[in-house]
Structures are given as structure tokens and as C-alpha cells.
């Protein structure tokens, strides 16, 4: 077992931890510069979120992590 297992965060706590407006953050994964989420189950997605964290610390970046 990992000693820092990756979680998953609903949208408003990526909105939170972001600052981004919801329009925003789906403009930014339809263009690939933030972070795609991932379904999980038939109503409910959520994002990893040491992707989040990766993009916090380099929202210019080009290059996102899978």
C-alpha cells in the first residue's frame, strides 16, 4: 500500500482548491490544459488529485500527467 494514496475530488473541492469558475474548468479540459476527470460511477466523476495538485503548481504548463 502506497504511504500517500491519491484521492479523488468532487468538482466544488477542485473549484475550491483552483479558484477556477466551473465554465473555466471545462474549457481548460476540452482545450488539454487541466486535468481530465474520471468517471466514477454512472452519475458521479470526480479528478485525481495529485493531477489537481501537478497543474497547481504549474497551470502554464503544456504537458499534463495521466
Not at 30 to 37: D, I, K, L, Q, S
Not at 49 to 59: G, K
Given at each position: 500500500?502506497?504511504?500517500?494514496?491519491?484521492?479523488?475530488?468532487?468538482?466544488?473541492?477542485?473549484?475550491?482548491?483552483?479558484?477556477?469558475?466551473?465554465?473555466?474548468?471545462?474549457?481548460?479540459?476540452?482545450n488539454?490544459?487541466?486535468?481530465?476527470?474520471?468517471?466514477?460511477?454512472?452519475?458521479?466523476?470526480?479528478?485525481?488529485?495529485?493531477?489537481?495538485?501537478?497543474?497547481?503548481?504549474?497551470?502554464?504548463?503544456?504537458?499534463?500527467?495521466?
Amino acid at each position: 500500500m502506497s504511504a500517500n494514496p491519491d484521492r479523488f475530488l468532487r468538482l466544488n473541492a477542485v473549484l475550491a482548491q483552483t479558484g477556477l469558475r466551473r465554465s473555466t474548468l471545462y474549457r481548460k479540459m476540452a482545450n488539454g490544459t487541466f486535468p481530465t476527470n474520471v468517471q466514477l460511477s454512472t452519475r458521479c466523476v470526480g479528478w485525481r488529485a495529485s493531477a489537481v495538485d501537478e497543474w497547481m503548481r504549474n497551470p502554464t504548463s503544456d504537458h499534463l500527467a495521466e
